[in-house]
Structures are given as C-alpha cells and as structure tokens.
C-alpha cells in the first residue's frame, strides 16, 4: 500500500495568515496533487505535478501555491490566508497517468482560518 | 470542461437492501470512470475503475458499468452492509491532456446504511 504522509493533520490560522502544508509520498510516485474538500462540492483539484519542479494548475488555484520540490515532496502555501480557505485538503500520489494507475491519498490536513 | 453529476447528496438504506448510487457525466472526450469510497476520518480510496463501454466492473461486492450512451457509471450493490456506510465519490479522467491527466470529482454520495 502506497504511503502518502501530510502535515500537519490540523492547522488554525488567522485571516491573512501564512500557512504552509506539506505531504510526503515514499513510493517513488511520479503524480502527486492537492485536493481540497467541501461539503457539496465533493473533491476539487488545487494545484498538481508530475515531477520535482513541476506544476499545473488544477480547477480552484486561486490563493494558493504550490511547490514540487523533489519526487518525494509536494507542498500548498496559502499566503494571505482567508475564512474562504477553511476546508479539509487532501494530497494524493500516483505512479503513472491517472487512467492506468491508482490515485493514493493522504490522511488530510484541516485548515481552519479565523 | 469535464463535469461529474451525483444527483443525491445522502441515501439511507437499511441492510440488505440493494444499493444503486447515481452518476452521470460530461466530458468530449474518451474516458475512464472510477468509483472512491471514503470512510469516516479515513483517506478516500479506489472501489472500481472503468474504461470500457457495457462491461461491468466488481469489486468488494460492488459493480458499476459504463454506459457511455447515457453517460452513466452507476453504482450497484446486491445487499448493503453497515460496514458500506461511507462517502461515495464517482470521478472521471479524459484523454485530452496528454500525459497530465487529472481527475475530476462529483459532489459525493454519503450512503448510511441502518440496522
């Protein structure tokens, strides 16, 4: 079973406030992405990367950053936190294209923004 | 752009009823259909994964077929079990971004089963 590890598992903050998730994968994935998850609109891709120094854009990347520092290691940075931003967010990895392979998610991480 | 449609937001079933959670789609181009299952404060994980049109998929005591004349992937269960309560999210991935595809999520379903 592939291991993707986030941090932290939770977060408060003030509006405006920086905040920097991390997520870890140790199986050599090639994929990685951050979701966010909200009530009523299910699972919504943020940013996402198919290697160190790699990024796309997801659906929703508005106020938010990423960085895709080694294979290992994908991290969201929310700058200029906002109450907007209060949601559960998941990483998740994958070896290959989404369409062969398997999409493996992390335990989340829930930021709460003030 | 790819939209996925879960038309019920919650459905209450008491065991052993059959299960059928609905899914429908859009998207122009080829697809892959899945099926995740997420259990309370647990990480969202694959049940079933379709490209094929009218074959069906099992796992688990779960299937799904893809009819891609509907633009359907319902989810179907004989006999639901306690254990199946848990939130139920139908995505789909399409060939048109080459090598930098994604998925794309419904609302999700919480499906409760009661004794």
């Known amino acids: 079973e592939a291991a993707v590890t986030q941090s932290p598992r939770n977060k408060v903050t003030v509006t405006g406030g920086n905040v920097t998730l991390s997520c870890r994968q140790t199986n050599s994935h090639n994929y990685m992405y951050w979701y966010r998850q909200d009530t009523g609109h299910g699972l919504r891709l943020i940013h996402y990367s198919y290697g160190a120094g790699n990024l796309q854009i997801g659906d929703v990347p508005d106020g938010y950053k990423a960085t895709r520092t080694t294979q290992e290691d994908f991290f969201l940075l929310l700058e200029l936190a906002s109450p907007s931003q209060t949601s559960l967010y998941f990483c998740?990895?994958?070896?290959?294209?989404?369409?062969?392979?398997?999409?493996?998610f992390g335990e989340g991480s829930k930021l709460t923004v003030l | 752009g790819d939209s996925v449609t879960q038309t019920e937001g919650l459905v209450t079933l008491t065991e052993g009823l059959p299960v059928m959670l609905n899914c429908t789609y859009q998207t122009a181009y080829s697809t892959f259909l899945f099926w995740y299952v997420q259990h309370l404060n647990e990480a969202p994980k694959l049940l079933l994964k379709s490209s094929t049109d009218n074959k069906r998929t099992e796992h688990q005591g779960f299937h799904a077929t893809l009819h891609k004349s509907s633009s359907s992937f319902h989810l179907q269960k004989s006999s639901a079990q306690l254990s199946d309560s848990a939130l139920y999210y139908c995505a789909l991935s399409d060939e048109a971004t080459g090598g930098n595809n994604k998925l794309t999520f419904g609302q999700g379903t919480v499906l409760s089963v009661i004794p």
């Open positions: 998740a990895s994958s070896l290959d294209r989404i369409n062969t392979g398997q999409l493996y």
